[in-house]
């Protein structure tokens, strides 16, 4: 089922007929889907349902002009618009209410997302992409309202950069940057600030961007008086229109119920983005919500009688309807007929959908008591065992965890006993766990061969006479390699273009490689993340900066929400390889010192977190990420431009590898870890230390998320027997999860004598004064002092207390 229009010129009644018979079928479909999908959640099936009823319409006109190529970032209401573009079928639609968890049952996410949160799948089996020029593409869906904004703008701008920047290989990704990126939102959602974000800066750069606004006028309960300025966003965004001076946007407003004129606008408005790469606004306006919000409510409750009769006669099916049987398309009765033959249809999906979804559950139920019958069989206590494998075959319709609770609980009663069956029965569990947690868990992270942890390192060379520089040149000089060797690359942010970033890690670079490639942008750390996830959604690799990580927080909504669950919410079927390069800790005041990073950790696993101590590290880092596909923040040292480095010969090509950690000094007495710019403060303390007769071990982590993937700290804690975690974020940030790992994960507890411990910073931000770090952050004093005491608990003849 798919509506792909035809040209409208020379178009003859029969054709035209054909056309809207066949927009009817799947807007009542979508409908019908809509009704039962209701009631599948009210009778139990499902837990919860979020439909598009009510705005059916619309999304046939949008289905129409949407090309191969073009990209959707929309939001749950646009499952006519999947249907139409031929992404979902009914089964698939009721395969992702009941949330099954098989990617080819449940196209959208394998059960991971609720129903109605939209995707397409860019990636093959192997992670590798696929033509994307060839298909209808959706990016996949987030819950939290606007979230879909940010990316919106990236996609729309990748059409841009391919085409206008030569020597980019397009095959997949674009012909021609003819391609339109579609962005859907409530009109409630356009309250929130990454909505006007992306509006502003998509009028800033142009791009191809059809916005679309479905207004029902209400967000749930709240009606648009407390939403919207003077109720209505084309009124209000009315400024933003373009006019013979100023580029801006076309902006258009609709009714929603009013089909042959919302095929007319959706035609226009494609022409003009996809020609002109002007950003276009269509109000869809009186729009109706028939069952209200979500299946958690019912409308009656806030709406008025007058509202409600009047949802019921502009309900744009029913309008739909009347216009075609005023124009001859067909007749009150041969509307029914197709009518009851789509409901027919709707409930066999269904069942099909249901059964589908039921038949593993029930194979592995099968397994699971039978297991549990021949663990029963020689035990003592052989009548609970088989009470639980009667109660579980009594399950109609069994869930997995139904079948985990019964199989593992049994494994109590036999603690005491040894027997095949018992064997048997855990084999079973354990084997049975290993096939389903992954459907559960799998692609946090890339799993192809081109995952990061999967690249390996290179080392940087250097000439005889290598010169030591300034670093931020090394950065500059890797950054010249990397543009050059990819022309896929590019990089923007604040100041980053026509000054070369704040410390000159990119000068000259925007003369070199051109506005396009290296380039300023507003003020808006939320839409250049935008940026950076859209343009790597389709192919190509953008490095976002964020001038200062204490500006990071601006942009970590959309990182946590968006980029980090992108690979785990389609379980592998998009990426967004996007590099996030930011500089941070150590400068002066409360939010040019940030070190944030135990927040980080928490927010952006999928992501990962990379903290270089200087910048050859750094550069390493971006080199090894362009060879991988998977995301990462790369936090620079913000007092580390300046230092002498030396210049390697290979730039572009050496590699830091991730998830590896390396050992700056040797010793024997405490292994010290840290990393980024206490790294330097820590290796300083050391050789303090070490005029005391102690001999301390430093661990540079280098990469947080992963976290030492080879286990090498534990190594080191087991020659020492002694820890100290050195951290500049608050107490029990990232220093409690640095523990965790080693402790817990290494198991590192086994070789320690003394009790592991950590030094962070103060609990508040570093204070401004030329004191201010001294007296925030762990100095080389307080470290000194720390790993002395510790000294002095294990040997005070050796070392007598300091104080
Ligand atoms: C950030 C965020 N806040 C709140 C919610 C809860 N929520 C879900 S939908 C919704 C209303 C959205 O209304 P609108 O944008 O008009 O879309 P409609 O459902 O009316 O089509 C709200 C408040 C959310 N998902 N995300
Ligand atoms: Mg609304």
Request: with cysteine.
């Amino acid at each position: 089922m798919s509506n792909t229009s035809k040209t409208t010129k020379d178009i003859t009644f029969e054709d035209f007929k054909t056309e809207v018979l066949n927009d009817y079928t799947i807007a009542v479909t979508s409908r019908e889907c809509s009704l039962l999908g209701r009631r599948e959640v009210l009778t139990g099936k499902a837990k919860f349902g979020i439909f598009g009823d009510g705005k059916e319409v619309p999304q046939l006109a949008m289905a129409k002009a949407f090309k191969n190529g073009d990209f959707r970032s929309g939001y749950y209401r646009d499952q006519t618009f999947m249907m139409a573009i031929g992404a979902l079928n009914i089964q698939q639609f009721f395969a992702g209410l009941y949330g099954h968890t098989d990617i080819t049952e449940e196209p959208m996410s394998a059960g991971r997302q609720m129903g109605g949160h939209f995707a397409t799948h860019s990636l093959n089996e192997d992670g590798s992409w696929k033509n994307l020029t060839q298909q209808k593409n959706s990016s996949a869906d987030i819950s939290p309202t606007a979230g879909q904004m940010p990316r919106l703008l990236g996609l729309a701008q990748a059409s841009k950069i391919y085409r206008e920047v030569k020597g980019i290989d397009t095959e997949k990704f674009s012909v021609n940057g003819d391609e339109i990126a579609w962005g859907t939102i409530g009109n409630a959602s356009t309250s929130e600030g990454l909505f006007f974000e992306t509006i502003n800066a998509a009028g800033v750069l142009q791009v191809p961007m059809v916005m679309n606004v479905w207004d029902d006028e209400y967000g749930i309960s709240v009606h648009a008086k407390h939403q919207t300025t003077k109720e209505n966003i084309s009124e209000i965004l009315k400024g933003f229109q373009r006019d013979e001076n100023n580029d801006g946007y076309e902006i258009f407003r609709v009714k929603g119920w009013d089909y042959p004129n919302l095929v007319d606008v959706y035609q226009r408005a494609a022409i003009v983005a996809r020609k002109e790469h002007c950003p276009v606004l269509i109000h869809v306006n009186e729009l109706t919500q028939p069952q209200g919000h979500s299946t958690s409510g019912s409308h009656e409750r806030y709406k008025s009688k007058e509202r409600l009769a009047w949802e019921i006669e502009y309900d744009c099916m029913s309008k739909m309807r009347q216009w075609m049987i005023e124009n001859n398309i067909f007749t009150d009765e041969e509307a029914k007929v197709i009518e009851n033959d789509i409901k027919k249809q709707v409930r066999k999906g269904k069942q099909a959908a249901w059964a589908a979804f039921v038949k593993p559950q029930k194979d592995e139920q099968t397994e699971a008591v039978s297991a549990l019958r021949t663990a029963a069989i020689n035990s003592s206590n052989k009548a609970f065992i088989e009470k639980s494998a009667n109660e579980l075959e009594a399950i109609k319709e069994p869930i997995r965890k139904e079948i985990l609770v019964a199989t593992r609980k049994a494994l109590r009663y036999l603690t005491a006993e040894s027997s095949e069956g018992k064997t048997a029965l855990i084999n079973w569990i354990a084997a049975y766990k290993a096939k389903i947690q992954p459907k559960y868990s799998a692609n946090l992270y890339s799993e192809s061969n081109l995952r990061a942890d999967n690249i390996s390192a290179e080392a940087p060379q250097y000439a005889d006479d290598a010169e030591m520089v300034d670093a931020r040149l090394i950065m500059r000089d890797n950054f010249d390699a990397i543009f050059t060797k990819y022309p896929e690359s590019l990089i923007f942010g604040e100041d980053a273009g026509h000054i070369g970033d704040v410390n000159q890690g990119l000068e000259g670079m925007q003369e070199k490689y051109g506005e396009l490639r290296v380039s300023d942008t507003g003020i808006r750390e939320a839409t250049i993340l935008g940026q950076g996830i859209g343009m790597a959604m389709r192919g190509l690799r953008p490095i976002a900066e964020i001038q200062y990580l204490d500006y990071i927080l601006y942009s970590l909504q959309i990182m946590s929400d968006d980029l980090a669950t992108l690979q785990y919410r389609t379980n592998g079927k998009q990426k967004a390889p996007v590099i996030i390069r930011t500089r941070g800790h150590r400068l002066e005041g409360i939010w040019h010192s940030g070190s944030q990073m135990g927040g980080l950790i928490h927010l952006l696993r999928g992501i990962h977190l990379l903290v270089p101590r200087n910048m050859t590290k750094a550069a390493g880092f971006y080199n090894t990420l362009l060879e991988g596909d998977e995301p990462a923040v790369v936090v620079e040292c913000l007092n580390g431009y300046r230092l002498k480095e030396k210049m390697p010969a290979n730039l572009g090509e050496f590699k830091t590898p991730i998830g590896v950690v390396e050992t700056i000094k040797e010793g024997a007495d405490i292994t010290l870890v840290s990393y980024g710019s206490t790294l330097r403060i820590v290796e300083e303390t050391a050789k303090e230390l070490a005029q005391v007769g102690i001999d301390a071990e430093v661990i540079d982590i280098q990469s947080l998320l992963p976290f030492d993937i080879n286990h090498d700290i534990v190594k080191s804690v087991q020659k020492t027997n002694r820890l100290l975690v050195i951290d500049e974020d608050v107490p029990g940030g990232a220093s409690a999860y640095i523990l965790q790992e080693i402790v817990e994960k290494q198991n590192a507890y086994k070789f320690l004598d003394s009790k592991p411990q950590t030094l962070a910073a103060k609990e508040h931000r570093p204070a401004y004064g030329t004191d201010g770090d001294y007296f925030s952050k762990p100095s080389a004093e307080d470290i000194f002092e720390k790993v002395y005491d510790m000294m002095n608990e294990a040997n005070p003849n050796k070392y007598p207390s300091l104080f």
